[in-house]
């Protein structure tokens, strides 16, 4: 039987504790009553705390451990879930956890994070040179304060050697299904998802992400360039016309661009017109004809493969898992 040992503290999200335990624990269980067949588990999920002290959630929700992160021998995986706290505070009032990892042999475990939990991993120098996502809320932050990490903040799940990561607080059932298929088979994890009525489709988190998060940065005439691109998505716009309205060349603007935003001013622009695309979706009865006029593109055939690369589903799949159900019928 797989072992996993989730290591929890003070201000967790609860769910990131009980979920995956749940998720775990019943993979080859659940699925298997329910066509009557004999429960065949896979893992043994254990809860550890350091000193076993209980675990004070965020939501105030008192936890009791089955261990003490100490007395922990070997585990075949290593959870650190959610941050649902203050991540600095957390980190300073947890560095025995960050020690223990720091310590794991690595060649012979899987260690995991849980949306914000790749603080940790980072902070013990796990993730230094990997690829690694967190959740898109904290994306600046992390890069800020570890920047030999190759942060994939639009990527639900990254596995990088012996390092998994997903990218949202309630993420930790795709991490777990992930964790099934790699250790057990896709049969088992495809029937622990219908069981828990899981919708495996998710691929990336770009369809939570907002828009402003470019605009963090104090360029004030990029930002300027961002508010006009915004006020004018629907028209026909020239990239290398745009600096000279706002007094700069080409070149510096592009450059300028890239290096407030992260991204180019094409990329920016498409940016804006998918935002602005998935409000349509999910607050009116347009057409998708209709959006893609409506967004400055000609094509519906492009939109609709640039709409699905950039947020991970087509518009009509966009709409229906988005859109309220009293607009449906409206």
Known sequence: MITVT???FDYVLASALTGINDLLSLAGVSWNKLHQQDPT???NVQIASWDKKPIYTLNNIVIMPHCAIQDVGHSDVYLVPCIAGDIDKTLAQNNGIVEFLQRLNQDNCIIGSNSTGSFFLAEAGLLDDKIATTHWGVEQE????????KLKADQLITHDQNILCDGGGLAWFDLGLYIIELFCDHETAIGTAKAFVIDTGRKTQLSYSPLISMKYHNDKTILAIQDWMEDNYNANISIDTIG???GLSNRSMIRRFKEASGVTPSNYLQDVRIDVASKYLVQSNKTIDEITHA????DASSFTK???RKT?????NYR???KPIHTQNG
Not at 295 to 298: A, D, K, N, P, R
Not at 312 to 316: E, T
Request: proline content about 9%; overall charge positive.
């Open 312 to 316: 991970g589903l087509s518009p009509s």
């Open 142 to 149: 992390f890069i800020q304060k570890y920047p030999k990490v």
């Open 306 to 308: 640039l709409f699905k």
């Open 320 to 322: 229906a898992r988005y």
């Open 244 to 246: 000279g309205k706002f």
């Open 41 to 43: 588990p896979k893992f």
């Open 295 to 298: 967004t400055g593109y000609s």
């Open 6 to 8: 989730v290591l929890a």
